[in-house]
C-alpha cells in the first residue's frame, strides 16, 4: 500500500490518559503504518484524514521533541515534580514503525526525558524489534518496554496485522531487551477469536513468552465496538467470511467468561505476573 507521508507541526505532545497503568501518552506519530484490521486507532484517520484508508497515511510530528520539553517543564513547574506518573509511548500509533528509522522523532524524545531527567516511569509499547535501538536510552531511564504479541502464527500477524513485523521478530527483540538488564513486558492484545482463544494456543504463547525471559504480561479483549467493528467485519467478509460468526460471538459475556477461565488455568503454568490482575476490557458491555 502507497503510504502518504507529511511533516506537520504538533501544538502538545504530552497528553493526559485515562489508559489502564499510563498517566500520559506521546505519540510522535498520526496515522500507523502498520495498519492491524483490529484496531482501535483507525478512528482517527476518520477526522484527522477523512476518506483515506488506516495505513495509507502518516504525519510526522517533526517538532515534537521540542514540543514534548515545553511541555515537562511546564508540568513540572506546575506540580513542583520531575514525575507526573507513566508517560506511554504510544497510544493511537506505534513509536518505532519504519518510518522512525528516517526521522528518529521516538528516539528524540526519548532523549529529552533522558536530559530532563525525568524520574517516573516511561513505558513503551511496539510491535516492532527496532525499538532495540534505543536501549542505551531505556537504561538511562525508569524504563519498561512492551512488545505487542497476539500470535506465535506469521499468517495470523500478516492477516490480521498488516505491515507488522514478525512474531519471531518480536520475540528475539524482547530476549535482546532482557539480556540487557531493561525491564520488559509483553502486551497480548486483542486476545484473538478462534486464533488465541483455546488453551493449547494460549499456553504455547505464554511459554514461549517466559522463555525470553519477560515476567510481566498484560491481557486484552477484543475491543468489538461498532467502529472497529464495520472495519473489521468487512475486512472479514471480504477475506474470510467464515470467521465472521466466530469473531461475533467473542461479544458476549459468556465468551469473555470462559475466556477468562481458559486464560488463568494457561498462566498457572507459567511464573508470568498478569498486569492488573485481569483481562482488559474496553468494549462496551453487550449480554
Ligand atoms: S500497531 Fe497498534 S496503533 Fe498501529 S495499527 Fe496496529 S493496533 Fe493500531
Given at each position: 500500500?502507497r ?11 504530552l ?18 503504518t502498520f ?16 476518506g ?35 508517560i506511554l509511548f ?22 529529552v526525558?533522558?536530559?530532563f531527567n525525568?524520574?517516573?516511569k ?12 534505543d ?15 497476539t500470535?506465535?502464527?506469521?499468517k ?7 505491515n507488522?513485523?514478525?512474531?519471531s ?6 530476549q ?12 497480548v492484545?486483542?486476545?484473538?477469536p ?6 493449547d494456543q ?16 498484560w ?15 468487512n ?8 470467521l ?13 467468561d470462559?475466556l ?7 498462566l ?5 505476573n498478569?498486569?492488573?490482575g485481569?483481562?482488559?476490557f ?6
Amino acid at each position: 500500500m502507497r503510504v502518504d507521508i507529511r511533516e506537520i507541526q504538533a501544538k502538545s505532545v504530552l497528553t493526559p490518559s485515562s489508559l489502564p497503568g499510563a498517566e500520559y501518552v506521546v505519540n510522535p506519530y498520526v496515522g500507523c503504518t502498520f495498519g492491524c484490521k483490529y484496531c482501535f486507532a483507525a478512528f482517527i484517520g476518520r477526522w484527522k484524514h477523512p476518506g483515506e484508508e488506516w495505513g495509507s497515511f502518516l504525519d510526522i510530528k517533526t517538532n515534537a521533541p521540542e514540543i514534548l520539553l515545553k511541555d515537562l517543564k511546564r508540568l513540572s513547574k506546575k506540580l513542583g515534580a520531575k514525575n507526573f506518573g507513566t508517560i506511554l509511548f504510544s497510544s493511537v500509533t506505534d513509536p518505532y514503525l519504519g518510518q522512525e528509522t528516517k526521522y528518529k522523532i521516538t528516539q528524540q524524545c526519548l532523549q529529552v526525558l533522558v536530559n530532563f531527567n525525568y524520574e517516573g516511569k516511561v513505558a513503551v509499547l511496539t510491535k516492532s524489534p527496532l525499538v532495540t535501538r534505543d536501549i542505551n536510552l531505556f537504561q538511562k531511564l525508569n524504563s519498561s518496554v512492551g512488545l505487542t504479541l497476539t500470535t506465535l502464527d506469521d499468517k495470523i500477524v500478516q492477516f490480521l496485522e498488516g505491515n507488522a513485523p514478525p512474531a519471531s521478530a518480536r520475540l528475539n527483540a524482547l530476549q535482546k531487551l532482557n539480556s540487557a538488564g531493561v525491564e520488559t513486558y509483553v502486551f497480548v492484545g486483542p486476545l484473538l477469536p478462534y486464533f488465541t482463544d483455546r488453551f493449547d494456543q494460549l499456553d504455547k504463547l505464554f511459554n514461549k513468552i517466559e522463555a525470553t525471559g519477560t515476567k510481566e504480561i498484560w491481557l486484552e479483549h477484543i475491543n468489538l465496538s461498532p467502529k472497529i467493528k464495520e472495519r473489521l467485519f468487512n475486512y472479514l467478509q471480504k477475506e474470510a467470511p467464515e470467521l465472521t460468526p466466530k469473531f461475533q460471538e467473542a461479544d458476549t459475556h459468556e465468551y469473555r467468561d470462559k475466556l477468562e477461565a481458559t486464560v488463568k488455568k494457561a498462566l498457572r503454568n507459567t511464573n508470568l505476573n498478569l498486569a492488573m490482575g485481569s483481562i482488559i476490557f474496553h468494549g462496551k458491555v453487550k449480554p
